[in-house]
């Protein structure tokens, strides 16, 4: 049972444009979500972060949005640039301590020149 | 700062064979796993230690052995090697088990013809 999904696997998005990538999760558990990114022949990288306790984080480019009562979240990144091609990884976790990360499965984010 | 380094980067082994992947972090991270990564089903835990001496199963954990002598180090063994065991594995560590940010070593392509 996938508690944590990412129903998008590939997407495209002309650079300078907004790209959004979603995940939705199962398990009303969890209550702290990451983000991560790979590129090829990399291992995943963290990214952004962000609590039950908030709806919204914002770093830079990057922004996560959290919506508890849908259970779901989503990264923007704006602008987009080309270094932004690689593979988001949505993550969660739960909040008794030593919790091990649950991970969707990826959406691949194409930038198109 | 080498961060968690992986060996080897490729591997081809038979049906029944062993062998050992090797991780090792010189950030002084007292948690550390390994996860595989398979098409469609995103990052799965296998084994994990919150320090020297102490592991426990992950998500995933049949067909594998780790051990923790020391903190820096963290072998992953594949016992008798199966074509399901065809995967890209990953060591990750962070400072502390509660801590979600995990860092990753590049990645070990692993074939099991």
């Known amino acids: 049972d996938q508690q944590v999904k990412q129903n998008s696997p590939s997407l495209s998005v002309q650079e300078g444009r907004i790209s959004i990538l979603n995940c939705d999760y199962t398990?009303?558990?969890?209550?702290?979500f990451l983000w991560y990114k790979k590129y090829p022949a990399e291992g995943p990288t963290f990214l952004i972060s962000?609590?039950?306790?908030?709806d919204k984080n914002e770093d830079g480019r990057f922004t996560v949005f959290l919506n508890k009562s849908a259970k779901h979240l989503s990264l923007h990144i704006v602008p987009s640039q080309p270094g932004d091609s690689a593979v988001y990884f949505c993550?969660?976790?739960?909040?008794?301590?030593?919790?091990?990360?649950?991970f969707g499965t990826g959406t691949r984010l194409t930038i198109i020149p | 700062n080498a961060g968690v380094t992986q060996t080897p980067k490729f591997q081809v082994l038979k049906t029944g064979q062993s062998m050992t992947l090797q991780c090792a972090q010189d950030m002084n991270h007292e948690y550390m796993s390994w996860y595989r990564q398979d098409p469609g089903m995103g990052l799965r835990l296998i084994h994990y230690s919150v320090g020297a001496g102490i592991t426990d199963q992950g998500e995933v954990p049949n067909g594998y052995n780790v051990s923790r002598s020391t903190t820096e180090d963290f072998p992953l063994r594949l016992l008798s090697a199966a074509p399901s065991q065809t995967s890209v594995y990953f060591c990750a560590s962070s400072w502390d088990p509660n801590n979600e940010k995990l860092f990753f070593g590049s990645g070990t392509q692993l074939s099991v013809l």
């Open positions: 398990n009303s558990m969890f209550d702290y």
């Open positions: 962000i609590s039950s306790i908030k």
């Open positions: 993550a969660a976790t739960g909040p008794f301590g030593n919790e091990k990360l649950t």
